[in-house]
């Protein structure tokens, strides 16, 4: 296992876009977790899922903004229509129930110009 | 309102220093994580304690829960150390499972 993967690493899109993000988690990790972070801060939680079902969103999660957990293992994160405010690096981690600790993938920098 | 504080902000250490990192949290917590985070993004998880005290290689990390603070210390400290420290919180605030809170990071660097 390769650990949690995360595509693209980056992206460019011009304002009012519409972007996806891929996150594959650990394969036997049951939980999944988005993040958002800008430039020194520490990241923001999103949203998380417990396989498939979504159990927590963030009211940072605004309406332009879902994600989705089909089978309970890899996981998208829709921006639609985006602001350059949603210029940031977006974070997912998986981990094993509650017990464990978090395993993060490298983030996917995106850049709305 | 549930914050995560850590100090300092910045550190800069000269190789073969001891350093602490300290992490204060406000509510009850279930468990307090310490990550390690590279240039370009990349976040290690350090640590998940709920009590006491874990050591791995030259890093420990420990927490008092009743003053709800915690330190994470590297011994004998070497330029690879040289990484932002995130001290991020699992709480049962507000009935959230799995919402972690991140505190803002102290951003090391260790010269030779």
């Known amino acids: 296992d390769t650990g949690v993967s995360q595509n693209p690493r980056h992206k460019i899109t011009k304002r009012g876009q519409n972007v996806t993000f891929r996150c594959d988690p650990i394969?036997?990790?049951?939980?999944l977790y988005w993040y958002r972070q800008t430039l020194g801060q520490g990241p923001e939680f999103l949203t998380y899922?417990?396989?498939?079902?979504?159990?927590?969103k963030s009211r940072l999660l605004s309406d332009r903004f879902s994600a989705e957990r089909p089978k309970g293992s890899f996981s998208t994160l829709e921006i639609q229509r985006t602001e350059q405010g949603d210029s940031a690096m977006y974070l997912c981690?998986?981990?094993?129930?509650?017990?464990?600790?978090?395993?993060f993938g490298s983030g996917t920098q995106l850049s709305v110009l | 309102k549930n914050e995560v504080e850590q100090s300092p902000q910045n550190l800069t250490a000269q190789e073969g220093e001891f350093i602490t990192i300290n992490c204060s949290y406000s509510v009850g917590i279930s468990a307090l994580h310490w990550l390690q985070q590279h240039p370009g993004g990349g976040i290690v998880s350090l640590f998940m304690l709920s009590s006491g005290k874990k050591k791995h290689g030259r890093l420990i990390a420990t927490i008092n829960i009743q003053e709800k603070h915690s330190s994470l210390h590297i011994t004998a400290s070497h330029p690879r150390d040289s990484a932002v420290y995130i001290c991020?919180?699992?709480?049962?605030?507000?009935?959230?499972?799995?919402?972690?809170?991140f505190g803002k990071g102290t951003k090391l660097s260790v010269k030779p």
């Open positions: 981690a998986s981990s094993l129930g509650k017990v464990s600790g978090l395993f």
């Open positions: 394969s036997e990790h049951n939980r």
């Open positions: 991020a919180e699992t709480s049962n605030y507000g009935g959230s499972q799995g919402n972690l809170i």
């Open positions: 899922f417990q396989n498939e079902a979504q159990l927590e």
